[in-house]
């Protein structure tokens, strides 16, 4: 089993600048996709980020420039930094890992998810 519990969220200003962590707990070893998702009120979980178990990444078009997405296996441990944020950025951020060497692009194809951090982005 594998378990991921996210951190990091809070309540920032517009273009300001979150770090999330995504802490995993048992077989992380066998994990090789990895994703971040999020979710506002009212709207479908969306694709953030993803990245491969070799540091392949790839990027929601609302977000890339601004956010890059890394993981440091030897510390189980993916992170999300984002900058120059917006208030429409503001939602719940969800970690997501499955065994697929290809990263998934639907929420719905993840075999594994933390909790949530809430983000906020407002003045």
């Known amino acids: 089993q594998v378990q991921l519990v996210e951190s990091g969220g809070g309540l920032v200003q517009p273009g300001g600048s979150l770090r999330l962590s995504c802490a995993a707990s048992?077989?992380?070893?066998?994990?090789?996709?990895m994703g971040w998702y999020r979710q506002a009120p009212g709207n479908e979980r969306e694709l953030v980020a993803t990245i491969t178990k070799g540091g392949s990444t790839n990027y929601a078009d609302s977000v890339k420039g601004r956010f890059t997405i890394s993981r440091d296996n030897a510390k189980n441990t993916v992170y999300l930094q984002m900058n120059s944020l917006k208030p429409e950025d503001t939602a719940v951020y969800y970690c997501a890992a499955d065994r697929k060497t290809v990263p998934p692009t639907s929420a719905t194809e993840y075999a594994y998810w933390g909790q949530g951090t809430q983000v906020t982005v407002s003045s």
């Open positions: 048992g077989s992380f070893f066998s994990i090789n996709a």
